[in-house]
């Protein structure tokens, strides 16, 4: 279950990076441009929006990282992960894959009991 929680917060963590990259950059771009009608609009909370771009992935992944030898810690790390990204951008067809992914690796990482057999 711990390897399970690994690849799942990698590959959460992954497709968490592309989101962040598309929402920071898209809140950089109405903040320095300004808006164009209803077609670009600012988000209520830009920088919520950065924070939540930057630290989701890098929480996801480092929760990865440590879900082999610090399971709770890993579990717990890729549940905010996942909880930050829905807060921020919410559920649809960009974020599903990376909430679901980083909330199931946190879920394993929480349940595993003993270390996987090599």
């Excluded at 992954?14 to 300004?34: D, L, P, Q, S, T």
């Excluded at 879900?67 to 717990?76: L, Q, T, W």
């Amino acid at each position: 279950m711990r390897n399970a929680a690994l690849v799942l917060g990698i590959i959460g963590g992954i497709w968490a990076m592309f989101v962040g990259f598309f929402g920071f950059g898209y809140a950089e771009f109405v903040e320095n441009n300004g808006e164009v009608g209803d077609l670009l609009t600012q988000f209520d909370h830009p920088l919520a929006i950065k924070i939540s771009s930057f630290l989701a992935p890098v929480l996801a992944i480092a929760g990865a990282a440590m879900a082999r030898s610090v399971n709770k810690a890993a579990g717990i790390l890729m549940l905010a992960a996942s909880a930050a990204i829905l807060l921020a951008f919410g559920f649809n067809v960009f974020t599903m894959f990376p909430i679901a992914m980083c909330g199931l690796g946190g879920i394993l990482a929480l349940a595993a009991k003993q270390p996987d057999p090599h």
